[in-house]
């Protein structure tokens, strides 16, 4: 076997940053995962602990997670990921038909993003956006102060306090 050195700070395919993504029954959330995002899971990533997956990790939109299996005694850890997709409305509704219950409708930002929010059936919360359209810094003020702009930020930070406040529920 030879031991070749990576070029930067991370192993050859291994997002230098990645979160951990742990779930009461990681399968259940891989799946979901794959019907929603188009997630695959990355070969030979998955240990297993008996019935427990200690650890897997998926690739998603061109970036990196790693989730497991929370043992019974630990609480609840619901992650808060933000996913760029190349079509939001499919999403929302792939996440819709798989349980998720939607947080936040979609809704055209001043920065040149449609956003929406749900909750997963594992209690995770995912910040789903779809790139619209490029806009400058001074664009971007300008719409920041349009009544619709003021009105969607306004939706937007209602229905997370409101999710936050609710809890996992």
Do not use: K
Request: charged share 20%; glycine share 8%; proline share 8%.
């Amino acid at each position: 076997m030879t031991n070749t050195p990576s070029t930067g700070p991370a192993p050859a395919g291994v997002a230098p940053v990645a979160s951990w993504i742990i779930s009461r029954d990681t399968e259940a959330e891989l799946e979901f995962l794959a019907a929603v995002f188009g997630a695959t899971e990355r070969h030979g990533s998955r240990v297993m602990n008996g019935a427990m997956i200690n650890h897997v990790e998926i690739e998603l939109s061109g970036g990196s997670l790693m989730l497991f299996d929370a043992p019974p005694e630990w609480p609840s850890t619901p992650a808060h990921t933000r996913v760029y997709v190349p079509d939001l409305a499919a999403a929302v509704r792939a996440a819709r038909e798989r349980g998720a219950r939607i947080v936040t409708e979609p809704a055209a930002m001043p920065f040149g993003d449609t956003i929406a929010r749900f909750r997963d059936p594992q209690g995770h919360l995912w910040w789903v956006h779809e790139r619209v359209e490029d806009v400058d810094a001074a664009e971007m003020m300008r719409r920041f102060a349009l009544p619709e702009y003021v009105a969607a930020l306004g939706y937007v930070g209602e229905t997370l306090a409101a999710e936050m406040a609710r809890g996992q529920s």
